[in-house]
């Protein structure tokens, strides 16, 4: 089946520092989606990249799509305690009429005060 | 509008027994997804539901089963549990097909003893 590789699983970094988190797929996708998961909480959805290359910015996160859809980054600039959690990425594969997301292992932040 | 909620939150069971957990989507979303969620192997799709119908699924045996009911209100059985089922399984809705921005309920624990 299809899979999608996260790195690094894990990532502790001082507060201020920058942080960068990397998917890669084996095919080429459909589009990515990124998600973070807050400890004991459930993934919420942070956007989607659908176009060769794009990249897309929220305040301090920064999402870009490879230009050949297969790999995706998420960069925080000066991370922040409320970055605190698991960041997911999702590739989206689709082919035959049929259509699958699958999920990075994730990276774990943690924010050192 | 309210988010996605599922039913029971937290389950204990025992190896053999079956179980049946419940996911309403939000209003209006048509597409329901089940994930399993575990700590050595991540964010794993089960199935996708639309519109009464099973669209995808993953790589579980098919002791995991689900069904989508004309309201979009979703649930999914597990047969004869086995230990490794322990598990978060977490549903999220979409207002259309995989591949878009799914919304997340908070999961339901299953613990199998």
């Known amino acids: 089946g299809q899979q999608v590789m996260q790195i690094p699983q894990y990532q502790h970094v001082q507060e201020g520092e920058d942080f960068t988190t990397y998917c890669n797929s084996s095919t080429t996708l459909s589009n990515i989606q990124w998600y973070k998961q807050r400890p004991g909480g459930h993934p919420v959805f942070l956007i989607q990249?659908?176009?060769?290359?794009e990249v897309k910015k929220q305040k301090r996160l920064t999402f870009q799509f490879g230009e050949a859809k297969k790999n995706s980054s998420l960069h925080i600039t000066a991370t922040q305690t409320t970055d605190v959690g698991t960041y997911f990425c999702?590739?989206?594969?689709?082919?035959?009429?049929?259509?699958?997301?699958?999920f990075g292992k994730g990276t774990k932040l943690s924010v050192i005060p | 509008k309210a988010g996605v909620t599922q039913t029971p939150r937290y389950l204990i069971k025992t190896r053999g027994q079956q179980v049946t957990l419940s996911c309403s989507p939000i209003?209006?979303?048509?597409?329901v997804s089940w994930y399993q969620q575990t700590p050595g192997q991540g964010l794993q799709f089960l199935f996708e539901y639309f519109s009464e119908t099973q669209r995808n699924k993953g790589n579980f045996p098919g002791r995991f089963s689900g069904r989508q009911f004309s309201n979009s209100r979703s649930e999914m059985n597990v047969s004869t549990l086995e230990l490794g089922d322990s598990a978060l399984y977490l549903c999220?809705?979409?207002?259309?097909?995989?591949?878009?921005?799914?919304?997340f309920g908070p999961g339901t624990r299953l613990t199998v003893l």
């Open positions: 999220a809705s979409s207002l259309a097909r995989l591949g878009i921005e799914q919304f």
């Open positions: 999702a590739g989206a594969y689709s082919g035959a009429g049929s259509y699958q997301l699958t």
């Open positions: 209003s209006g979303h048509r597409s």
């Open positions: 990249l659908v176009k060769s290359g």
